[in-house]
């Protein structure tokens, strides 16, 4: 699914990380620990393409990400990647059923039943019209679960999803996205402190342990 080898990232002179490698198999859930700072969010950013990395090779589904220009990468992170972030991410100015469906629509496969279908999936199935200010942040999150679920990609990076939600929220959260991973056999990368959500992952990796260490 995803091999990455020798990943190293630096912001001017100060380096975050270096010799990472990485390995996850289809339908695998692995959970992402680390100190505050070490470079998790750096390191998902880089393997979703979304910031540079300064050296090292990421294959995705059998294809060398350094080997494809700007548009190729973009397509593939489409077709094939979901994100959730810590902070939501969600679009102010289009409803909860639009934020959803926007990865069909940037695909050219619009797909109304779908977009309803995870709609009640997660839960906000009746919420489809409101606009994201008008819903609470475990709600906001779980517009994001939906959005990063409803193109079926292969692999979803989460972000620390649950950080900024209290911890009833922040449970069930984390079970509607874990629910959601295993039901569409997706596999996930799922950076959190959280020790229960890392506990509910196939394999738990620590950034610290990464480098340089081939059998990660
Ligand atoms: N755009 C940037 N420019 C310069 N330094 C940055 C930038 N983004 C992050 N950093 C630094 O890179 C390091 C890694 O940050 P990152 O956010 O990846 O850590 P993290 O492990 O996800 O932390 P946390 O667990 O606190 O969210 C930190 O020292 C941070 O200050």
Known sequence: MLLARGLSKSYGHTPVFSGIDLLLRRGELVALLGESGSGKSTL??????????????VQLLGQQLEGLNEGERALLR?????????????????????????????????????????????????????LPRQLSG???????????????PALV?????????????????????????????AACLLVTHSERAAERADRCLRLEDLMGSPSA
Not at 47 to 57: H, I
Not at 110 to 122: G, I, S
Not at 138 to 152: D, E, F, P, T
Request: proline share 4%.
């Open 44 to 57: 998902l950013n880089c393997l979703a393409g979304l910031d540079e990395l300064d050296s090292g090779s």
């Open 157 to 185: 990076l989460a972000d620390e999803p649950t950080g900024n939600l209290d911890s009833r929220s922040a449970s069930a959260v984390l079970d509607l996205l874990l629910a959601q991973v295993r039901e569409q056999g």
């Open 78 to 130: 489409r077709q094939q990647l979901g994100f959730v972030f810590q902070a939501f991410h969600v679009l102010p100015y289009l409803s909860v059923r639009d934020n959803v469906a926007l990865p069909l629509l940037l695909l050219g496969r619009p797909d109304a039943e779908r977009v309803q279908a995870m709609l009640e999936a997660v839960g906000l199935g009746s919420l489809g019209e409101r």
């Open 138 to 152: 475990g709600q906001l999150q779980r517009v994001a679960i939906a959005r990063a679920l409803v193109h079926k």
